[in-house]
C-alpha cells in the first residue's frame, strides 16, 4: 500500500526574494524620511510621515554626519558630526580639503550601526559662500552610496 504523504497543514519553500529582503532589513533598519533642503520630515498629503527603507536610513545618516559640526550639539556625543570649522581655517584649501577628508571619513566610520566600513573617492567644488563635497560610502554588506553635501563657509 502506498504511503500518505498529505498533511494536515500545507509545506512549502519559502521564495529566496523574501529572505534577502528580511536579510537586508536586519542590517539596516527603516526610518523616517528626512527631506534635508527644508530640514524637515518627509510626509504624504495627509501629513503622515513616510518611510524609506533602511538603505535610505543609512545615507541619510551618513549626509546628516558630514552636516553636523562635531560638539556643537549637547544631544549628540562626540563622535558625531565632523570638524568643519577647524577644516575651514586650514592654511590653503588643499590643507582643508585634506582635513574634511579626515574627518568625514572618522565620523562615518563612526557608525554607532558599524554599518560603513571604508569612505573614498572626495571631491570638492568651492563657491564664494559654500564648499560641496562628494565622497563614496561603503557598507559592510557591500551597498555603496555617493553622499553630496554642502557646507556653508
Known amino acids: 500500500m502506498a504511503e500518505n504523504k498529505t498533511s494536515l497543514f500545507p509545506v512549502f519553500d519559502v521564495p529566496a ?18 527631506d534635508v533642503e527644508r530640514g524637515d520630515f518627509v510626509t504624504d498629503g495627509a501629513n503622515r510621515t513616510l518611510y524609506g527603507s533602511g538603505y535610505d536610513a543609512w545615507v541619510l545618516w551618513c549626509t546628516k554626519s558630514i552636516l553636523t559640526q ?3 550639539h549637547t544631544s549628540y ?4 558630526g565632523i570638524e568643519a570649522e577647524q577644516a575651514f581655517r586650514e592654511s590653503d584649501r588643499k590643507a582643508a580639503e585634506s582635513a574634511f577628508e ?14 560603513t566600513v571604508q569612505v573614498r573617492d572626495f571631491t ?18 557591500g551597498n555603496t552610496a555617493s553622499i553630496k ?5
Open 70 to 72: 562635531r560638539w556643537a
Open 17 to 34: 526574494t523574501l529572505a534577502e529582503d528580511i536579510e537586508n532589513e536586519e542590517r539596516y533598519a527603516p526610518a523616517p524620511l528626512w
Open 124 to 141: 570638492f567644488r568651492w563657491e564664494a559662500d559654500s564648499l560641496w563635497i562628494e565622497c563614496a560610502v561603503f557598507g559592510r554588506d
Open 102 to 115: 579626515r574627518t568625514i571619513t572618522e565620523a562615518l566610520l563612526a557608525d554607532p550601526m558599524g554599518r
Open 149 to 153: 553635501a554642502r557646507l556653508d563657509i
Open 77 to 80: 556625543s562626540g563622535d558625531t
